[in-house]
């Protein structure tokens, strides 16, 4: 027989058109009817578009800089995953977000259309980061190699199918970009780039601030440029998912803090398959132009 210590990964449940982890399929009431405060802020995001980098710069500029205060608990526990549901007892997403006073910092990888309504009549702030397509798809595959709550990858000419498809947890990606790009403006949203926080951190930053309406000296913000470098986050155990057992997140598969680098899908996509993909790409992207870059 099999040791206990191997997680079941969960099979993908369609919540109105979106697979999602089964558990938030199951759950799924609760998350819709999560009503925010209005000084709550949401930081919204496909999977692997750099989730983590963003609720690190926003803890530190919340905290004026303060390395300390950032340790005080794991990025999951700091700023709490809305829709996530483990099996007991880790604790849900919402029983965090509930035991904790606004302004709360709330995570989400929820297309725009299941975001709860009460973000939208409470006129929340909604920071949405976007990833180039390729690297995205890349960054999800080694992430699902070693999330052992997710399904399997599969070999990886498979994987980019099922990601055209929008068949991995969380939907279409192309889906999803487009959602929160048509709404930023009417809604307020704060639309950021991963290559441009790569490109210049500190001009990012500076913009993440201002939405934040905050006003940090100097010095301040070229420590939380420092502080939230992939290098000092890798190393970072409140922010490198080490506090994730190893039976949940596999890093020796492949660490969570991988790469941390625009263009890493050269790595990995044939000519063909870069081709074949661009094609699908001018397709699904015709209606909408984002300016997506997959080199700086
Ligand atoms: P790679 O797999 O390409 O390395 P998310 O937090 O949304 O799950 O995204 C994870 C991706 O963001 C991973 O990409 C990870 O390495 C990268 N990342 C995390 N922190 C980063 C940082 N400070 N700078 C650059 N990339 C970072």
Known sequence: KKAANVLQRFPLVEVRGIPLMN?????WSSVWDFCPDPSDLLIST??????TWTQEIVDLLLNNGDAEICRRAPTSERIPFLEIFSPPPIPSG??????????RFIKTHLPIQLVPEGFWEKKCKVIYVARNAKDNLVSYYHFDRMNQTQPEPGPWEEYIQK?????????????????????????????LFYEDMKEDPRREIVRIMQYLDLSLPDDIIDKIVELTSFNVMKDNPMANYTFIPKIVFDQSISAFMRKGEVGDWTNYFTPAQSQMFDEDYTRQMADVDIPFRTSI
């Open 46 to 51: 496909y999977p692997k578009a750099g989730t």
């Open 23 to 27: 558990l938030i399929a199951e759950n």
């Open 163 to 191: 990601f055209i498809k929008g068949k991995l947890a969380w939907g279409s990606w192309y889906d999803h970009v487009k959602g929160y790009w048509r709404e930023r403006e009417k809604r307020n949203i704060l639309y």
């Open 94 to 103: 919402l029983e965090l977000i509930k035991k904790m006073k606004p302004p």
